[in-house]
Nanobody, 115 residues
Framework: QVQLVESGGGLVQAGGSLRLSCTAS????????MGWYRQAPGKQRELVAA???????NYADSVKDRFTISRDNGKNTVYLQMNSLKPEDTAVYYC?????????WGQGTQVTVSS
């Protein structure tokens, strides 16, 4: 029922920028927490950033000064602006929606940062 569609991943050089977007559809409530997670090869999936429906944000320490999460509640869309990218940011990035005690996930979008 719930579908999350991500876009914006790609290959960039260190120091570059990307903006990820994710739109949720199908049975979406107004009050949701949405966010971005990432998973690198051999690593656990980790929280990158999250945002509540009211605009409160939470960031991983490794990205808090470089990434910005935002949302458009009317479109059920969340964005992740990624600046000053580092090779360590290379991972598959997954959009997440937490609603009714269930986590919904997008298919993931690859972000690769070359050195």
């Amino acid at each position: 029922q719930v579908q999350l569609v991500e876009s914006g991943g790609g290959l960039v050089q260190a120091g570059g920028s990307l903006r990820l977007s994710c739109t949720a559809s199908g049975g979406i409530f107004n009050i949701n927490t949405m966010g971005w997670y990432r998973q690198a090869p051999g690593k656990q999936r980790e929280l990158v950033a999250a945002i509540t429906s009211g605009g409160g944000t939470n960031y991983a320490d490794s990205v808090k000064d470089r990434f910005t999460i935002s949302r458009d509640n009317g479109k059920n869309t969340v964005y992740l602006q990624m600046n000053s990218l580092k090779p360590e940011d290379t991972a598959v990035y997954y959009c997440n929606l937490f609603q009714s005690f269930i986590n919904y996930w997008g298919q993931g979008t690859q972000v690769t940062v070359s050195s």
